[in-house]
Every structure is written in structure tokens, then in C-alpha cells.
């Protein structure tokens, strides 16, 4: 039971590191599962937690002399440095120690700029778009608008009504599936995906493939585990009718081809839609450049709120899709027999949208911009490399993905596993041990934990807001970590 003991700190109780060795010691507390992967000594079974958390809010106040690029005690500082002063929830203590949050791929932080856009609508100008003509409507109907003009401009699309705001990039990528799908997938048509692809891409694909007929295919990884696109480019021909591909990899950080893959499918008359979540916030994304027909991605990874996504799809095929959902905002005009239909976007956006969500996304494509993609892009790579090759100097680990080379960039995370430890009891001591957050789990892509022989991987991942101090941490407390759990063997 959580108890306030002070402004800002909660306090619950939990066990020692001693009460840690009789659960790791008593077998009762091992689960069994069939899997070459060893079970977890002290996994989670609910979210109700029964370990220690101390969570002490702590004033960012006495980083604010790290957002000068030039403070002359300290020289240059990196983007890290300079922008974690903007992300409040990154000054805290997490079960006594200083948190270092390295769950970016799973969802980012969320700097001070967004935050006060949100409570500036609701506080200023809280109200329904595009139905009401009095003034606080007209105000919320510009800066929703605004905000999807500032998404086109990110990823410089040629028009603002080519941006669908959608729940999230999930809602998107079946948005295209039960709409486009539906609408042009014959029996045996294919639909040619990786096997690295995120739940999200493929299970809404199986639901179109089930009511038309159609055919997933799957590309398999090459022995560097990068997905084969040599393999994918021999699979394409006549009746592929869409491809659907990860911009960037959310468990192997590898880096797809996308603009070559778009100019494959096309020759054979295919469409190829994208799925950029872990693309869009942290490199330069152009969708005239890549020639993509669809490409999705989530605002909560790219600092701003939860709860909306978009999907970018060309004029021309969004102009000949049938809505997806019905109801206000996407009808023309309503009989009692029939209706007719709003040109997109405003055919996809049925019901009253997220509003103060779209606005707050706009603050965070401002935020981005406003230190510039091709900026966090390059320091991202440094600290992409420097994660990798720390990680490294852990014995037995395994790291999944391409290596990182002068030819192969990574994103900036890293999945992988440590012989005879479960991913999930390194996440869990090191939360608890050390305020570190990691992911573990299969990071919603079964099919590619399958093909790799695990069931489940940690992963630490990076954002612009991460310092090489914060890998340091890591590394030393993952060699913690698994100092303990090898002094059980």
C-alpha cells in the first residue's frame, strides 16, 4: 500500500536483497515453462507490485545550467546534457537511486513545451473542432489544424489533407488494411512483410488476408540477423499488391532500405506502406523522398502525448479508399438510406478527434524541430555505437541485429540476452537494485523471438535526452546485476 511521506515521494515498502535469495533459493517460487530460455527467478505476475519503490520528485532546477552549449566549467556539453533539463520526470530517484530511463523504443519522455500545450487548451480553449463557429471553437480548430500542418511539414509531405489523425500508429496501419485492403486484395494476392515486423504490422494484415483470400509471405533475416531485402526483392512480382516494412527495427535497430524497397515493389506494380514509429523521431524522414504510399507513426515516441498517431497516404489513395469508421465528422451528407462521404482526411476522423493530444503533438514536432532532426539523428548514431560496444564487455551476452560498422548504422537500442539469466530478472533487479528502466519481454514481435530461438530479450534504447553517463550507469549495474545472479550457480 503506497504511503505520502513527504511532498512528491511516495514510499512502499519491499524486500532486502537477503529476502531476494530465499525466493531465488525456494523452487516453489520457479515457474515452469518449456523453453531453452531459463525461467524467471522473480518475474512480475501482475502489476501490483510488491517490491520497494521510492520515487523522490526532484527539482530539475539545478540541471538549468546545463542548457548553455558553452558553460565554461564544464566545455561543449552534448545534446543529452542540453536537452534533459526540458524533461522533468528524468530528475527523480527511483527506489534510492537516480533514475536512468532507457525504455525509449517502448515510449519517450515528454519535455515541459508539450506538457503546458496541453494544459494551455484546456485550461485556455478547451473545446470541439470544426462544428462550432463561436470563439474558443474557431481557436481549437486552428491548432488542431496547425498541428497536422506541422506533421506534414515534418516528414514533408505534399499536403496537409494527406495526414490522417489516427488513435495511434496501430489504428493506422489497420486503417489501411480494412480500407485499402478490403477494397483492392483478390484470393491470392500477396502481401509481402519481414518477420522482424511489430505485432501491429502483421496482425491486421492476417484479419484482411482471412476475409479476401489474399497471401502473407515473410522475409526471414540473412546471417548478420538483418532482414534479407535481396530475398524480399526475388519475392515481389505480379501479384504482390502491398509491401509492409519497418522503417527501423524495434528488436534488432537495423535499418531498412525503405526509398530501394519502394522503388522494387513499385516496378512490379506494388504499393508499400511503412511503418516508421521508430524512424520518424529520431532521424530525418521524408515521405517524397522514400515514394512510400503509406507510412505510420505514434506521437508518444516522438515526445509527445499518447493516444494519437497519424497515417500519410497519397492523395490519390486515400481519395479512393471508403472510410474505415462511421459516424460524425466523416459524412457529407446524411439520409435515412444512404450517406455520402467527406474528402480525406476528414473520411477517416469519424467522431470528435484527439484534440488537446494533436496539439500537444505540434509542441513536439516543435520541440524536435527546433533542435533539428539531422542534429539528434548524428548524436543518436555516437550514442548508438557507444551502448553496443559497452554492452559488449558483458560476458556471455548476446546482441541481436547487424553489427555496427563504417557501411551499417544501428539505431540507437539494443536487444539482447545473457546466457542463463532471464531477460526479465535482469529488468527487474535493475529497476529495483538501481533505478535503471530496460524492457524485456518479446517487445510485441513473436514470430522474430521464435526465429532467433528465445522467447523473450531485454532491450535498452536511447532518445535524444541520454547521456553517455546514463550508459555508464547501465553497464555498471548490468555487471551488478549479473554478478548476483551468477553467485547462484
Same mark, same amino acid.
Given at each position: 500500500?503506497?504511503?505520502?511521506?513527504?511532498e512528491?515521494?511516495?514510499?512502499?515498502?519491499f524486500?532486502s536483497?537477503?529476502?531476494?535469495?530465499?525466493?531465488?533459493?525456494?523452487?516453489?517460487?520457479?515457474?515452469?515453462?518449456p523453453?531453452?530460455?531459463?525461467?524467471?527467478?522473480?518475474?512480475?505476475?501482475?502489476?501490483?507490485?510488491?517490491?520497494?519503490?521510492v520515487?523522490?520528485?526532484?527539482?530539475?532546477?539545478?540541471s538549468?545550467?546545463?542548457?548553455?552549449?558553452?558553460?565554461?566549467?564544464?566545455?561543449?556539453?552534448s545534446?543529452?546534457?542540453?536537452?534533459?533539463?526540458?524533461?522533468?520526470?528524468?530528475?527523480?530517484?527511483?527506489?534510492g537511486?537516480?533514475?536512468?530511463?532507457?525504455?525509449n523504443?517502448?515510449?519517450?519522455?515528454?519535455?515541459?513545451i508539450?506538457?503546458?500545450?496541453?494544459?494551455?487548451?484546456?485550461?485556455?480553449?478547451?473545446?470541439?473542432?470544426?462544428?462550432?463557429?463561436?470563439?474558443?471553437?474557431?481557436?481549437?480548430?486552428?491548432?488542431?489544424?496547425?498541428?497536422?500542418?506541422?506533421?506534414?511539414?515534418?516528414?514533408n509531405?505534399?499536403?496537409?489533407?494527406?495526414?490522417?489523425?489516427?488513435?495511434n500508429?496501430?489504428?493506422a496501419?489497420?486503417?489501411v488494411?480494412?480500407?485499402?485492403g478490403?477494397?483492392?486484395l483478390?484470393?491470392?494476392?500477396?502481401?509481402?512483410?519481414?518477420?522482424?515486423?511489430?505485432h501491429?504490422?502483421?496482425?491486421?494484415?492476417?484479419l484482411?488476408?482471412?476475409?479476401?483470400g489474399a497471401?502473407?509471405?515473410?522475409?526471414?533475416l540473412?546471417?548478420?540477423?538483418?532482414?534479407?531485402?535481396?530475398?524480399l526483392?526475388?519475392?515481389?512480382s505480379?501479384?504482390?499488391?502491398?509491401?509492409?516494412?519497418?522503417?527501423?527495427?524495434?528488436?534488432?535497430?537495423?535499418i531498412?532500405?525503405?526509398?530501394?524497397?519502394v522503388?522494387?515493389?513499385?516496378d512490379?506494380?506494388?504499393?508499400v506502406l511503412?511503418d516508421?514509429?521508430?524512424?520518424?523521431?529520431h532521424?530525418?524522414v521524408?515521405?517524397q523522398?522514400?515514394?512510400?504510399?503509406?507510412l505510420?507513426?505514434?506521437?508518444?515516441?516522438?515526445?509527445g502525448?499518447?493516444?494519437?498517431?497519424?497515417?500519410?497516404g497519397?492523395?490519390?489513395l486515400?481519395?479512393?479508399?471508403?472510410?474505415?469508421?462511421?459516424?460524425?465528422?466523416?459524412?457529407s451528407?446524411?439520409?435515412?438510406?444512404?450517406s455520402?462521404?467527406?474528402?480525406?482526411?476528414?473520411?477517416?476522423e469519424?467522431?470528435?478527434p484527439?484534440?488537446?493530444?494533436a496539439i500537444?503533438?505540434?509542441?513536439?514536432i516543435? =520541440?524536435? %524541430?527546433?533542435?533539428?532532426?539531422?542534429? @539528434? &539523428?548524428? #548524436?543518436?548514431?555516437?550514442? $548508438?555505437?557507444?551502448l =553496443?560496444e %559497452?554492452?559488449?564487455?558483458?560476458?556471455? @551476452? &548476446?546482441? #541481436?541485429?547487424p553489427?555496427? $560498422?563504417q557501411?551499417?548504422?544501428?539505431a540507437?537500442l539494443?536487444?539482447?540476452?545473457i546466457e542463463d539469466i532471464?531477460?526479465?530478472?535482469?529488468?527487474?533487479f535493475l529497476?529495483?537494485?538501481?533505478?535503471?528502466?530496460?524492457?524485456?519481454?518479446h517487445?510485441?514481435?513473436?514470430?522474430?523471438?521464435?526465429?532467433l530461438?528465445?522467447?523473450?530479450?531485454?532491450r535498452?534504447?536511447l532518445?535524444?535526452?541520454?547521456?553517455?553517463?546514463?550508459?555508464?550507469?547501465?553497464?555498471?549495474?548490468l555487471k551488478d546485476?549479473?554478478?548476483?545472479f551468477?553467485?547462484?550457480?
Amino acid at each position: 500500500m503506497a504511503t505520502a511521506v513527504a511532498e512528491g515521494v511516495v514510499v512502499l515498502k519491499f524486500p532486502s536483497p537477503s529476502s531476494f535469495r530465499k525466493v531465488i533459493r525456494n523452487p516453489n517460487h520457479l515457474p515452469t515453462r518449456p523453453s531453452s530460455t531459463p525461467p524467471p527467478l522473480f518475474a512480475l505476475r501482475d502489476r501490483r507490485r510488491r517490491f520497494s519503490l521510492v520515487v523522490s520528485a526532484a527539482s530539475p532546477s539545478s540541471s538549468s545550467s546545463l542548457i548553455s552549449e558553452d558553460n565554461p566549467k564544464l566545455g561543449p556539453l552534448s545534446l543529452g546534457h542540453s536537452t534533459r533539463p526540458h524533461f522533468p520526470i528524468l530528475h527523480q530517484e527511483v527506489n534510492g537511486s537516480k533514475l536512468v530511463y532507457l525504455d525509449n523504443a517502448a515510449t519517450s519522455q515528454k519535455p515541459t513545451i508539450v506538457v503546458k500545450a496541453l494544459q494551455n487548451y484546456y485550461e485556455a480553449y478547451n473545446s470541439n473542432v470544426h462544428r462550432g463557429i463561436h470563439f474558443l471553437s474557431a481557436k481549437a480548430t486552428d491548432e488542431f489544424e496547425l498541428a497536422r500542418k506541422k506533421v506534414a511539414a515534418f516528414i514533408n509531405a505534399a499536403d496537409s489533407r494527406e495526414i490522417v489523425f489516427t488513435r495511434n500508429a496501430t489504428e493506422a496501419i489497420n486503417l489501411v488494411a480494412y480500407s485499402w485492403g478490403l477494397l483492392n486484395l483478390r484470393p491470392g494476392d500477396e502481401v509481402i512483410l519481414t518477420i522482424a515486423e511489430h505485432h501491429s504490422a502483421i496482425v491486421p494484415w492476417q484479419l484482411a488476408a482471412q476475409k479476401t483470400g489474399a497471401v502473407l509471405k515473410f522475409v526471414s533475416l540473412n546471417e548478420d540477423e538483418f532482414p534479407d531485402t535481396e530475398k524480399l526483392r526475388e519475392m515481389l512480382s505480379r501479384k504482390t499488391k502491398i509491401v509492409v516494412v519497418h522503417h527501423v527495427s524495434n528488436v534488432l535497430a537495423s535499418i531498412l532500405p525503405v526509398d530501394e524497397i519502394v522503388g522494387w515493389a513499385h516496378d512490379v506494380g506494388a504499393k508499400v506502406l511503412v511503418d516508421a514509429c521508430q524512424s520518424v523521431p529520431h532521424m530525418v524522414v521524408d515521405v517524397q523522398s522514400l515514394n512510400a504510399d503509406f507510412l505510420v507513426a505514434s506521437s508518444h515516441k516522438m515526445c509527445g502525448p499518447t493516444g494519437i498517431g497519424f497515417l500519410y497516404g497519397k492523395s490519390e489513395l486515400l481519395s479512393a479508399m471508403p472510410p474505415f469508421l462511421g459516424g460524425g465528422e466523416m459524412i457529407s451528407d446524411v439520409y435515412l438510406d444512404h450517406s455520402t462521404y467527406a474528402e480525406p482526411p476528414s473520411r477517416f476522423e469519424a467522431g470528435t478527434p484527439a484534440i488537446g493530444e494533436a496539439i500537444g503533438l505540434g509542441a513536439a514536432i516543435d =520541440y524536435l %524541430s527546433g533542435i533539428g532532426m539531422q542534429k @539528434i &539523428h548524428d #548524436y543518436e548514431v555516437e550514442m $548508438s555505437n557507444y551502448l =553496443y560496444e %559497452s554492452l559488449r564487455t558483458i560476458p556471455n @551476452i &548476446h546482441i #541481436y541485429g547487424p553489427m555496427p $560498422s563504417q557501411t551499417v548504422q544501428r539505431a540507437a537500442l539494443c536487444s539482447f540476452n545473457i546466457e542463463d539469466i532471464h531477460p526479465t530478472d535482469i529488468a527487474t533487479f535493475l529497476d529495483q537494485q538501481h533505478g535503471v528502466a530496460i524492457r524485456s519481454g518479446h517487445h510485441c514481435a513473436q514470430p522474430l523471438h521464435r526465429y532467433l530461438g528465445v522467447n523473450a530479450s531485454a532491450r535498452a534504447s536511447l532518445h535524444l535526452y541520454n547521456t553517455k553517463e546514463d550508459v555508464d550507469d547501465f553497464i555498471k549495474s548490468l555487471k551488478d546485476t549479473v554478478s548476483f545472479f551468477s553467485s547462484f550457480k
